[in-house]
């Protein structure tokens, strides 16, 4: 079984950075694409970012271009997500999921606020 843990979210103020983390258990890495997805209090999950281990691909949603990098550790079995000029719209619940897949991990919580 599939395991995901997200951490590193927190309270920022806007114009702030943060590195979001994500171990996914017994994945093998070279098999899957790895995304990020937020959902904003009251709104739908959103896509953020996507990277296949090897590199090759990453995709990005257009809101957050240029201010968010998505990067991996295969040794690790991390991807990460650093955050850098945050604004209050990227609060939310940050997930990271296996590409094509139902597993996902619970989530961690970035709120951006003065």
């Known amino acids: 079984q599939v395991q995901l843990a997200e951490s590193g979210g927190g309270l920022v103020q806007p114009g702030g950075s943060l590195t979001l983390s994500c171990v996914a258990d017994r994945l093998t890495p070279t098999t899957y694409a790895m995304n990020w997805f937020r959902q904003a209090p009251g709104k739908e999950r959103e896509f953020v970012a996507r990277?296949?281990?090897?590199?090759?691909?990453?995709n990005y949603a257009e809101s957050v271009k240029g201010r968010f990098t998505i990067s991996g550790d295969k040794s690790k079995k991390t991807v990460y997500l650093q955050m850098d000029n945050l604004k209050p719209e990227d609060t939310g619940v940050y997930y990271c999921?296996?590409?094509?897949?139902?597993?996902r991990g619970k989530g961690t919580l970035v709120t951006v606020s003065s």
């Open positions: 999921a296996v590409d094509g897949t139902a597993w």
């Open positions: 990277r296949y281990w090897s590199g090759t691909t990453i």
